[in-house]
Every structure is written in C-alpha cells, then in structure tokens.
C-alpha cells in the first residue's frame, strides 16, 4: 500500500533559526495535505498542494509540492516558539479510479525550539 | 462553527474488555474518518464513511473493531475485546470534501485509550 516517509523524525533549533521538513511519497499523490499538531492536541490542517511544482506561502511557512507529485517540503523561517510542534505530511490518493480516496499521514517532524 | 465532538476524552480498561467511543462531526460534513495514533507514529486510518455507507476499511481489524454511523451524521467505533496493543488516541475527523479541499479534515481532540 501507499507509504508516506518524512524526515527529519526530530528536529531541534534555536529560536529565529530556520526549519525544513522533507515528505516523500512511494506512489504519485492526487493532492499533499500539511497538519500541525502540538503537543497534548491533535492535528489541525494548514494547507493543500495540488498541481505539479506548486508553492505556496503562509506568512513565515512555505510549502512545496514537487514536479513528480511524490514529495513535499514544509520550511518555516526564523522560528518562533509559537511554532514548537509536529508536523506531518498527509498524501492523498485516488489513483485508482474510485470515487473516494485515502489520506495517508506520514510518522511526523517533531520541532522544539529554544528561546 | 461547532468542531468535530469526541467523547470520551478518556478511557482506561483492562484487556479483554470492550469500549466504545462517539463521534459527532461538523453540521454538513458527509464524510467522517476515524484513525488510530499510536504515540509517536503518524495517525492511521481505520475506516472511512460517506454518509451512513462504509467506503474504506481495509485497515480496520474487524475481528475486534466495529463501527457505524447509521443515520449519516454521529458514529460510534467499538473494541471487543481489548488488547494492550490498542492503546492509542482515536481521532475522529470530518470534511466536506473526501480530497481535503481548502479546509482539509477536520479532527477531533480524540479518545486516549489506556488497555491495561
């Protein structure tokens, strides 16, 4: 089945340091999905990608999604404790023809940032 | 706009035990989701309905896992019996769109199950 790899597991910087998290995909994704999770809290949706190549941009946040369609980035710049958290990829897939697909996480970036 | 309700917030059993757990999702939304977050693993899907109809649950162990949303809108998700390996936060989540769209799904703030 679909697996979707993101690395680094943790990441740890200081804050106004900038962040990268890398997400790649075993199969070519419909759509790449972003969600924040902070700790004790559960995952809250931050954006979608959808056409080869595309960037966007969340004031300090950009995400990537690649020319293949099978990997994304999040970079966040000068981080803020405010960002301290997880960050997963989710990569939809619905290649198959049928009328619904499935989102699948990856295993997440855990960032903590000191002040 | 209500989010998705979950409750309990927290269950501790014994295994072998049975338990279950209620999903109300936002007002519209035909889609709702319930995955599985293991600590420190990405959440995984168990099941997927579309409306009151099962359109994914291939990840769902059914020997034990139950699950249904007979009136297309609240669901309930059932473990009989527990084992300690369930131990994990059920996530409930609902979204207009089975693709995401400009809103994603929307999550719960999920069940804590501690199977002792």
């Known amino acids: 089945g679909q697996q979707v790899m993101q690395i680094p597991q943790y990441q740890h910087v200081q804050e106004g340091e900038d962040f990268t998290t890398y997400c790649n995909s075993s199969?070519?994704?419909?759509?790449i999905q972003w969600y924040k999770q902070r700790p004790g809290g559960h995952p809250v949706f931050l954006i979608q990608?959808?056409?080869?190549?595309e960037v966007k941009k969340q004031k300090r946040l950009t995400f990537q999604f690649g020319e293949a369609k099978k990997n994304s980035s999040l970079h966040i710049t000068a981080t803020q404790t405010t960002d301290v958290g997880t960050y997963f990829c989710a990569g939809f897939n619905n290649a198959g023809g049928t009328s619904y697909g499935k989102l699948t996480f990856g295993q997440g970036t855990i960032l903590t940032v000191h002040p | 706009e209500a989010g998705v309700a979950q409750s309990p917030r927290y269950k501790i059993i014994e295994k072998r035990q049975s338990v279950a757990f209620w999903c109300n999702p936002i007002?519209?939304?035909?889609?709702l989701y319930w995955y599985q977050q293991i600590l420190g693993q990405g959440p995984k899907l168990l099941i997927q309905?579309?409306?009151?109809?099962?359109?994914?649950d291939s990840q769902l162990p059914k020997d034990r896992f139950s699950a249904e949303r007979l009136k297309g809108v609240d669901s309930t998700l059932k473990i009989q019996p527990a084992k300690l390996e369930d131990s994990a936060v059920y996530l409930c989540?609902?979204?207009?769109?089975?693709?995401?769209?400009?809103?994603?799904?929307?999550f719960g703030s999920g069940t804590r199950l501690t199977v002792v």
């Open positions: 990608l959808v056409k080869s190549g």
């Open positions: 199969t070519t994704l419909s759509n």
């Open positions: 989540a609902s979204s207009l769109k089975n693709s995401g769209g400009s809103y994603g799904y929307t």
């Open positions: 309905f579309q409306n009151n109809g099962v359109v994914d």
């Open positions: 007002s519209g939304h035909a889609t």
